[in-house]
């Protein structure tokens, strides 16, 4: 069990966006897309797992420190550094087979995403701002790597959507560390110390609009709405908003946020949107819903 929790399986909620052009494109009935989609979220997971694990082999000494991170299972001793590099070995070689298998573009956009995790695991996380952009520089691979294994163009809303969510996420995950980790903040993570409640605050507030805007935009964008076959995606624009507040009410009210998947997984009130969001969209989208509220262009 240790050497499961050590390749963190609670992360992999974040490959999800895998399948995002899976649902937005119209493929989720078909098989085959599915299953290419299904195997490059699986590549995903199998990689990220072997970056955790290097990247916890790496922090050894600073988790043992730290007041979480300690009962990790390496920082623990329940999974010995060697154990935990021979495990990063196969499942990484695994993850890029699986990857490359589907095609040449998949391939690369894992094996940029590998690269740029070991730069963030050794040295970009050192660097103010750029940890941030680096994290949400993730999800956008994560985004194109499925829209390349199911071979659709990628939707420029999409990125936009992504990245400042990512963004959004990251910077709550900032604001938290240095709220519960308070003076001992920068010992534990040096970047902290360039960081502040206020600043990120700031940063919280300009990318949480920007998310909502960018999102509303792409619900009521003519050529959206021709290539979806619907007009009923705005009307889960109230259900996005009110999921950016629940996130900050979680961040500011309940002091979470460290970690926005286990968010994701223990609180009911982010589940129930995210459930709602997916049954809005999906039956929007491939039911064909008019509600007959934006004018769209002709095909």
Known sequence: MNHLRAMRPHQWVKNVFVLAALVFSRNLTSGEASLRAALAFAAFCLVASAIYLVNDIADFERDRVHPVKRNRPIASGHVSRTTAGIMASILAPLGFLLAWQLNARTGATLTIYCLMNLAYSFRLKHLVLLDVFIIAAGFLLRVSAGAFAIEVGISPWLILCTFFVALF????KRRHELVS???DAAAHRGILAEYSVPFIDKMVSAVASMTVMSYALYTIDPKVVNRLGTDALVVTLPVVLFGIFRYLYLVHQKDQGGSPTQVVL?????QFIGILYLILV???????????LIAGESP
């Open 169 to 172: 996420l990251a910077f709550c």
């Open 181 to 183: 980790l308070g003076e």
């Open 266 to 270: 223990r609180d009911r009130g982010v």
């Open 282 to 292: 999906v039956g929007a989208i491939y039911y064909d819903v008019q509600l007959g």
